[in-house]
């Protein structure tokens, strides 16, 4: 299905020919740490394997090791500076993360196993108040039966429509009015909970002790936004748009 201002280029398996995983790089006193990495490496291989990428590697750990190495020349020749491996403690992370030393990594990973890394100065004001939009149906859903849902390819439908009407994130439903997620984003609820959808999970949900359940927007209260990138985000603050 196509939406008017949502411009989107994948719509079946059949479609997927590059995979994406966004890594937060952090430098501190001369030190360029790569965060997650093997939460990543397991996300992507799972989907390489399922979606019969090529892959050289034939397991697991062959493959971490490989990423590692090919993450770690990229960042000493982008830095020059010594590079840590380090697992980000997002569920201690309550709030807001300081962007003036993040960096973000984009690793696309193409179906015959050719690697692109791309490595560019995080721009999102993390500081500031965000106004956060959830899309109505008619303007953009998910199909809750659509397998591609379930892998983070690339190119992600693009929204620059609504961002530029000063929107900080945008939140989807499926055909049901069920929440899915945000457009680079996981949400958190109530404490605990997150919502039930036919989606990826991110990389930073399996770090928490979460309850999954069907969500509408009425249930959207004391809200974070999660990922990799920005930690935990509260959103308790920020205007949810009404303007649907």
């Given at each position: 299905?196509?939406?008017?201002?949502?411009?989107?280029?994948?719509?079946?398996?059949?479609?997927?020919?590059?995979?994406?995983?966004?890594?937060?790089?952090?430098?501190?006193?001369?030190?360029?740490?790569?965060?997650?990495?093997?939460?990543?490496?397991?996300?992507?291989?799972?989907?390489?394997?399922?979606?019969?990428?090529?892959?050289?590697?034939?397991?697991?750990?062959?493959?971490?090791?490989?990423?590692?190495?090919?993450?770690?020349?990229?960042?000493?020749?982008?830095?020059?500076?010594?590079?840590?491996?380090?697992?980000?403690?997002?569920?201690?992370?309550?709030?807001?993360?300081?962007?003036?030393?993040?960096?973000?990594?984009?690793?696309?990973?193409?179906?015959?196993?050719?690697?692109?890394?791309?490595?560019?100065?995080?721009?999102?004001?993390?500081?500031?108040?965000?106004?956060?939009?959830?899309?109505?149906?008619?303007?953009?859903?998910?199909?809750?039966?659509?397998?591609?849902?379930?892998?983070?390819?690339?190119?992600?439908?693009?929204?620059s429509f609504y961002f530029n009407q000063g929107y900080d994130e945008l939140i989807w439903t499926d055909e049901n009015d069920n929440i899915c997620e945000g457009s680079f984003s996981a949400i958190i609820y109530d404490n605990n909970k997150s919502p039930l959808a036919n989606?990826?999970?991110?990389?930073?949900?399996?770090?928490?002790?979460?309850?999954?359940?069907?969500?509408?927007?009425?249930?959207?209260?004391?809200?974070?936004?999660?990922?990799?990138?920005?930690?935990?985000?509260?959103?308790?603050?920020?205007?949810?748009?009404?303007?649907?």
């Open positions: 299905m196509q939406f008017k201002n949502v411009q989107q280029s994948v719509f079946c398996l059949e479609d997927i020919g590059t995979l994406l995983e966004t890594i937060k790089i952090e430098t501190k006193q001369n030190i360029a740490i790569c965060h997650d990495l093997e939460l990543h490496a397991q996300r992507l291989y799972t989907s390489i394997k399922e979606l019969g990428f090529s892959v050289a590697c034939s397991n697991i750990e062959d493959f971490k090791v490989f990423l590692q190495t090919q993450i770690k020349n990229k960042l000493q020749y982008f830095f020059s500076s010594p590079v840590l491996f380090h697992e980000n403690l997002i569920n201690k992370e309550i709030g807001l993360n300081k962007t003036a030393n993040i960096f973000k990594l984009r690793l696309l990973y193409q179906k015959n196993s050719e690697i692109e890394i791309l490595i560019s100065k995080y721009q999102r004001d993390l500081e500031k108040t965000w106004q956060i939009k959830v899309l109505d149906k008619k303007e953009f859903h998910i199909e809750a039966t659509n397998p591609i849902w379930r892998y983070k390819f690339y190119p992600r439908p693009d929204f989606t990826l999970k991110s990389t930073s949900l399996q770090k928490q002790n979460l309850v999954f359940q069907k969500t509408k927007k009425a249930d959207l209260k004391n809200i974070y936004l999660v990922n990799s990138m920005i930690g935990k985000k509260s959103i308790s603050i920020c205007e949810l748009s009404e303007q649907n």
